[in-house]
């Protein structure tokens, strides 16, 4: 069965610093890869995704993500944090040959503290 | 990109009461999703809808306490039936047009039951 995990609730890192968001997932088949963030009382909002190509990709605000086929991974980045970037973090993964559909498995979830 | 229109935002409802979340989005979708987001946790399908078929319900959610409704391509409604202080969660209402596009998501409707 497909899977998500985030080891980590929490990140907490200073302004200006990078910051990484883990994610590792399992999956038969070739992964689909998206990370999105929730702002408190907002509903999800896309950062990223993978579908096929080239292995970091480039999303909203700034972040990127490197696709790591042989360990399983989809890490988050930003070179430079910014206060405004603290929110949660969900990495999710579809498996487009197994799900049947569109159905897309959440992580559950990192939240970022980026401190001024 | 699709805007997705979900009602209420919010709402504090009784136990034993019932209450209808309305999800409209702004062009013709296949596939409708909805979820449930606890406190301070991830997002747990519950189920998906299309047009002109029964939901299809994930695991530990059932259409008598879920029941949802997909009338068009545009609309769907999931009603939490019987309503306990359990079911207080956020639930959002999603669309995704391809396999390999990224979800689009209503601003959620935050449910209390007290």
């Known amino acids: 069965a497909q899977s998500v995990a985030q080891p980590e609730d929490q990140v907490n890192v200073a302004e200006g610093n990078p910051l990484t968001v883990k994610c590792t997932y399992s999956v038969s088949g070739n992964p689909y890869l998206f990370w999105y963030v929730q702002y408190p009382n907002r509903g999800l909002q896309f950062l990223l995704k993978?579908?096929?190509?080239?292995?970091l990709v480039k999303g909203s605000y700034g972040f990127e993500a490197e696709f790591n086929k042989s360990q399983t991974s989809f890490h988050l980045k930003k070179p430079s944090a910014l206060v405004s970037d603290s929110a949660l973090y969900f990495c999710?993964?579809?498996?487009?040959?197994?799900?049947?559909?569109?159905?897309?498995?959440f992580g559950a979830g990192t939240r970022l503290f980026v401190k001024a | 990109s699709a805007v997705i229109s979900q009602k209420p935002s919010r709402d504090i409802c009784q136990r034993g009461t019932s209450l209808t979340i309305q999800c409209q989005v702004d062009?013709?979708?296949?596939?409708m999703f909805w979820y449930r987001q606890q406190p301070g946790q991830s997002l747990t399908l519950i189920a998906t809808?299309?047009?002109?078929?029964?939901?299809?319900?994930e695991s530990g959610f059932v259409i008598d306490k879920f029941p949802i409704s997909r009338p068009n391509l545009t609309f769907s409604t999931l009603t939490v039936s019987n309503m306990s202080p359990e079911d207080s969660s956020i639930y959002l209402c999603?669309?995704?047009?391809?396999?390999?596009?990224?979800?689009?998501f209503g601003q959620g409707t935050r449910l209390t039951v007290v």
């Open positions: 999603s669309v995704d047009s391809a396999l390999n596009t990224e979800a689009f």
């Open positions: 993978y579908i096929t190509g080239d292995n």
């Open positions: 809808a299309n047009q002109g078929s029964e939901a299809t319900y």
């Open positions: 999710a993964v579809r498996d487009p040959i197994n799900t049947g559909g569109f159905k897309t498995i």
């Open positions: 062009s013709q979708v296949t596939m």
